[in-house]
């Protein structure tokens, strides 16, 4: 070690859990920079306090809901999410002294019901159904708020306030990191709030220089939306990555839809590979929904030529889902064991 190396805090000093909320790195991904021939980066929004992307559009839906009066102290929190909005719900909740009420598909991981109960939430979980039938979990949350005395549905889908978090921070945040230096930016959507935020700010600065793209995983319908020039087809099929894929264009994504350039959808054989090879040569313990944004970023680099410079997000850890997406048995139990590369499966276990 060396012992003359002394690190003094350089970092400014933040404002409890909400001042710590975003101004993530953006951290070059070294390896398949060189290997693609251009420029990839990723945002890492894993480092957001509460771990990942989505605690900027909680932190921007209840900020939303204060400025507006519709939130008054000692107040609920309710919202349909399948984790990670939860999460940051329940985390800035507390940190405002807010109730927070969850209802979330019973498709999620159990790590993510546990923690949101360790925050303190009153976690719902409610059987996966699609969002035509009354059931499902954005509709039962309405309903639980709207019958509740000083409670808010924060509606992360279609309440516009959450691609407007991302139009005021991760957008600029990622303009300033490039210095505008950026041919694309592309990332999958749940609610679209990311996508549309960034995208549009983005597009704004360089004056449609940089091309905004979509990643769907499989099973969800954005990208033939975009590609078919409009045309909404069926969803069919299923991924294993969560909290992303969409069967309709939500109102945070109709707002910057038509500033898309075009689409991908990407299988779950080449993210489970990437997951691994962002740990293996990265360093990344990611979760899965990052490792499809970055293979769409490398399919977006090559397609924009050598030396172009294409960012996406890293949005959350792979701590959430490492009963899922490092065991052996569970990737077999969904067809994707030797998905993995083959030199790469001494980082999976049981
Ligand atoms: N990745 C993960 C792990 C998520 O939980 C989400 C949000 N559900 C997203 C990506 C997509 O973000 P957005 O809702 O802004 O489209």
């Not at 969850?102 to 159904?129: F, W």
């Not at 978090?165 to 990311?194: L, V």
């Not at 769907?216 to 069926?234: A, M």
Request: charged share 15%.
């Amino acid at each position: 070690m060396n012992s003359s190396f002394r690190r003094f805090a350089t970092q400014a000093t933040v404002n409890g859990f909400n001042g710590a909320v975003g101004n993530t790195p953006l951290i070059y991904l070294k390896h398949l920079s060189a290997q693609t021939g251009c420029h990839i980066y990723g945002k890492a929004e894993f480092q957001n306090p509460g771990g990942s992307v989505k605690d900027r559009a909680a932190l921007g839906l209840v900020e939303d809901a204060e400025a507006k009066g519709w939130l008054k102290p000692g107040g609920t929190v309710v919202e349909g999410t399948a984790g990670n909005t939860g999460i940051g719900l329940a985390h800035v909740c507390r940190s405002k002294g807010y109730k927070c009420v969850i209802y979330m598909p019973n498709t999620q991981s159990q790590e993510k019901i546990d923690l949101l109960q360790m925050l303190g939430a009153d976690v719902r979980p409610v059987p996966a159904v699609a969002y035509e039938n009354p059931k499902n979990y954005n509709h039962q949350a309405q309903a639980y708020a709207e019958q509740l005395e000083n409670a808010i549905w924060t509606n992360q889908f279609d309440n516009t306030a959450n691609a407007k978090a991302h139009y005021t921070s991760t957008g600029p945040e990622i303009w300033e990191q490039t210095q505008g230096n950026i041919d694309g930016f592309i990332c999958s959507t749940g609610t679209g709030g990311t996508l549309a935020g960034v995208g549009k700010f983005l597009q704004e600065k360089s004056k449609g220089k940089t091309q905004i793209w979509l990643a769907d995983p499989p099973g969800s319908v954005l990208s033939s939306y975009i590609t078919s020039g409009g045309k909404l087809i069926e969803r069919s099929g299923s991924s294993i990555t969560e909290g992303i894929g969409q069967g309709r264009v939500t109102d945070n994504l109709a707002t910057f839809i038509n500033g898309l350039t075009g689409g991908f959808t990407i299988p779950d054989t080449k993210s489970i590979a990437m997951l691994y090879k962002l740990l293996d040569s990265e360093g990344l313990y990611m979760g899965a929904s990052s490792a499809l944004n970055v293979v769409a970023a490398v399919e977006l680099a090559q397609k924009l030529g050598k030396g172009s410079t294409v960012v996406t997000i890293l949005c959350d850890g792979a701590y959430r889902y490492q009963s899922r997406l490092f065991s052996k048995s569970w990737l077999k139990s969904k067809d994707l064991a030797n998905a993995i590369p083959l030199h790469l499966r001494k980082y999976s276990v049981l």
